[in-house]
């Protein structure tokens, strides 16, 4: 009798032993299946970070086109803009060369009616 619980008691342990190695089995599978899908997660996250990279630096580059444009506009409309003064101011002094007398008279004229206006 002592063979035959020596058997049972091997039987037992062999059965032990085998749910023990499916255990490790299943616990190695669902490990490495959990780190399949959290791979496939982590490069989705990666690829849409990238994306969205590309996408805001794309942005900022028409922006910094956009007031580099802006900026040579208003530099054009200044230089216009002065270029007018200056040819202005030019006819002015011609004026005033060509007619001191009216040119004096105008400018105390002007400048009465400028004090009229800012007195009220």
Not at 51 to 68: E, F, G, M, P, Q
């Given at each position: 009798m002592n063979n035959e619980v020596q058997t049972n008691e091997n039987n037992v342990q062999g059965r032990i032993d085998q749910g023990a190695e499916r255990i490790k089995q299943a616990t190695s599978d669902a490990v490495a299946s959990s780190k399949e899908k959290f791979d496939r997660a982590a490069d989705r996250v990666e690829e849409?970070?990238?994306?969205?990279?590309?996408?805001?630096?794309?942005?900022?580059?028409?922006?910094?086109?956009?007031?580099?444009?802006?900026?040579?506009?208003?530099?054009?409309?200044?230089?216009?803009?002065?270029?007018?003064?200056?040819?202005?101011?030019?006819?002015v002094r011609e004026y005033v060369r060509e007619k001191p007398v009216q040119a004096v008279a105008i400018a105390l004229g002007a400048g009465w009616l400028l004090g009229r206006i800012l007195r009220r």
């Open positions: 849409r970070v990238h994306h969205a990279t590309d996408k805001a630096a794309h942005a900022a580059n028409r922006a910094s086109d956009k007031v580099s444009e802006a900026t040579e506009r208003g530099r054009e409309a200044y230089d216009h803009a002065r270029e007018r003064a200056d040819e202005w101011l030019e006819e």
